[in-house]
Nanobody, 121 residues
Framework: QVQLVESGGGLAQPGGSLRLSCAAS????????MGWYRQAPGKQRDLVAS???????NYAEFVKGRFTISRDNAKNTVYLQMNSLKPEDTAVYYC???????????????WGQGTQVTVSS
């Protein structure tokens, strides 16, 4: 099993910045991909950004140039630096990990509990 604990959400003004963190713990063989998704009220959950264990990143078009995802493999932690925030970035942000538990031959998706990000003046 893999547990994901997020931190760093909150309130920011338009144009401001926030940094999200997500730490993974538990008994696992490896974590392949870590990423962030977001879900606004009444909308589907969308990928924001992801990063592989090798450092390859993928961003949604609506955050390119504003958000940066990074990862510390030694700490099993993924970060999301969010700059130039807009009101439309308001959502619950969920951490995701694709990981292979110990003694298991396949990977599974794991989710954090979510952290609220509100962008408002």
């Amino acid at each position: 099993q893999v547990q994901l604990v997020e931190s760093g959400g909150g309130l920011a003004q338009p144009g401001g910045s926030l940094r999200l963190s997500c730490a993974a713990s538990g008994r696992f063989f490896n974590i392949n991909v870590m990423g962030w998704y977001r879900q606004a009220p009444g909308k589907q959950r969308d990928l924001v950004a992801s990063i592989t264990s090798g450092g390859t990143t993928n961003y949604a078009e609506f955050v390119k140039g504003r958000f940066t995802i990074s990862r510390d493999n030694a700490k099993n932690t993924v970060y999301l630096q969010m700059n130039s925030l807009k009101p439309e970035d308001t959502a619950v942000y969920y951490c995701n990990a694709v990981a292979r538990p110990m003694f298991v031959s396949r990977e599974y998706d794991y989710w954090g509990q979510g952290t609220q990000v509100t962008v408002s003046s």
